[in-house]
DNA sequence: TATCTATTCAAGATAATTATTGAATAGATA
DNA sequence: TATCTATTCAATAATTATCTTGAATAGATA
C-alpha cells in the first residue's frame, strides 16, 4: 500500500465517524441512545421526526458502527455500539461550550429557567444523600431507569410526578435528575416540586456523563498502577 | 426560548464541532496543526492539497472555532484553538480503531513495514530512557520538535538522520517517534537505523497522543480530592 | 513606486446529504 | 389465510459541500 493510500484508508476510516455525527438530528438520535436500547417508533417520536427518515439516519448510523439493532418481537431495538460514542458525544459538548460560550449560557439559562432551578452537581449530590439529607429521583421514562441508574435513586417518570408526590419526604431535599446537562424534564420537575412546598434541585448531568467521568477516573487508576 | 429551538440551537453548535470534522482533508489539516502551527502553504504542500483549497478549509475550521490565526510578516500561522480539538482527533481514531478492527491492523502492518519494525510503548521507552540504555529521537522537523516534545529527545529530524548517525551511540537502544501512530517517518527511521546496525524501534504514540494520556490523569488526580 | 509573495475571495461544475412521499417487506396476530 | 404493525426501501427535490480556476488583496521587499 502507498503511503498516500494509507493515509486515505485512515482518514476515510476516522471521517466515517465524525460524518456520522455530522447532523443535529443523528446527534440527537445518539444522545437518546446514551440513555439505553429504543425501537424506531420511539426515536422518531422523541425527536418529532418521521419514522422513515429516523430509520434512515439509524442505518447511517449502523453502517458507520455507531450503533446495533437487534430484533424483539416485531420491534427492533436499536443502541449504542461501544461506550465510547457516548465519550465522543460528551467531549463534542464540551468542546462546543468550551468555544461557544453562548451555548452554555443558554443551556444554564433554559435549565435553570432563568435562575429560578437551583443546580447540584453529581458529587454534591452524592454527599447529600449519603449523609441522609436528600433523596435523588430519576424522572426519566421508566425503561431508562431499568437501562441504567445513579446508586440509590428512585424511578419517578416526570409524567407520574404530581401523582406520586406522597410518596416524597417533605423534610429531605429532593435531588432530581434526567437525561443530562441539556435536558428540560428534571427543570420542570424541580419546577412542580417547589410550586407544592419541597426544597427541590437538579442535578447538572445524567447517568451517562456520569458513567463517563467514572471510567475515566478508573482507567487513570489502571494508567497509575 | 421554546424547547425545539433550544435543542436546534445546542444540537446546531455541537455539530458545528462534527461537521469541521467530517471531511477526510480536514481531519489531516487538524493533525498536522496538533504537532504546532503552520503557515498554509506549509499544510497545503504536507497534505498535497491546493493553497486555495487548504485555506478553504482552515476558513471552514475558524469558522467552527477549532483553530485560530495569526500574522507573523506576511505569513499566516493557523494553529489548534485548544487542546481538547486533539483529545477530539485522538478519540475518534481510538473508537474508529475499536469499530472498524481493519484500520488498527492495516496501521500496524504499514507502520511496522509487515512486522520488520519494532514497536516500542511511551512508558517502556521512558523505563528504558530512564535506566539509561535508550535514547529517544525525534525524527519530526525541527520547529514541531521546537513546539514540543518528549523530555530528553534528541532532535534529528528525518532528512538529517543519515548524515547524522556519528552521534548517535552504538551501544543503546535508539527509540524515534514522530507525529504519532499514523506517521511512517520513525518507521522510515528504524529501517534506515537498522540498516545500519543500529538497535532500532519506534513510540506508538505522538507527543500530542502522549499529552493527552498525562492531561487525563492529571484530571482524575483533581477530580480525587 | 513597482514588484513579489502569501493568502483569500468568487464563480462554477460536480457530487453528496437531507427530508418527504409512498410503496414494499417481514413478522406477528386474528 | 388475511390482516395489521413496525420498519425499511426507492425515488425525488432541495440543500449543502467540495474542488478547481483565476482574480483580488495586503503586506513585504527591491
Do not use: W
Amino acid at each position: 500500500m502507498e503511503a498516500r493510500d494509507f493515509k486515505n484508508f485512515a482518514y476515510g476510516h476516522f471521517t466515517k465517524i465524525s460524518k456520522a455525527l455530522a447532523s443535529p438530528r443523528r446527534f440527537e438520535l445518539l444522545d437518546y441512545l446514551s440513555q439505553g436500547p429504543k425501537t424506531v417508533e420511539r426515536l422518531a417520536s422523541e425527536t418529532h421526526m418521521s419514522v422513515a427518515n429516523t430509520s434512515q439516519h439509524l442505518q447511517a448510523l449502523r453502517e458507520a458502527r455507531l450503533v446495533v439493532s437487534s430484533k424483539v418481537k416485531n420491534h427492533h431495538y436499536y443502541e449504542l455500539a461501544d461506550q465510547e460514542v457516548a465519550e465522543l458525544l460528551h467531549i463534542t459538548k464540551r468542546l462546543a461550550e468550551r468555544r461557544f460560550p453562548d451555548v452554555a449560557d443558554v443551556r444554564v439559562m433554559e435549565t435553570t429557567d432563568g435562575g429560578s432551578v437551583p443546580v447540584m452537581s453529581t458529587s454534591q449530590a452524592m454527599a447529600e444523600v449519603e449523609a441522609g439529607r436528600a433523596v435523588l429521583i430519576d424522572v426519566r421514562a421508566q425503561d431508562e431507569y431499568d437501562s441504567r441508574h445513579l446508586s440509590s435513586a428512585l424511578s419517578i417518570p416526570l409524567d407520574k410526578l404530581e401523582e406520586r408526590l406522597a410518596e416524597l419526604p417533605a423534610t429531605k431535599k429532593l435531588i432530581t435528575y434526567c437525561r443530562g446537562s441539556y435536558c428540560l424534564y428534571a427543570s420542570d420537575a424541580v419546577r412542580l416540586l417547589r410550586s407544592r412546598g419541597f426544597d427541590a434541585y437538579r442535578l447538572d448531568e445524567g447517568p451517562a456523563d456520569f458513567a463517563i467521568s467514572r471510567e475515566r477516573a478508573s482507567d487513570e487508576q489502571e494508567d497509575a498502577r
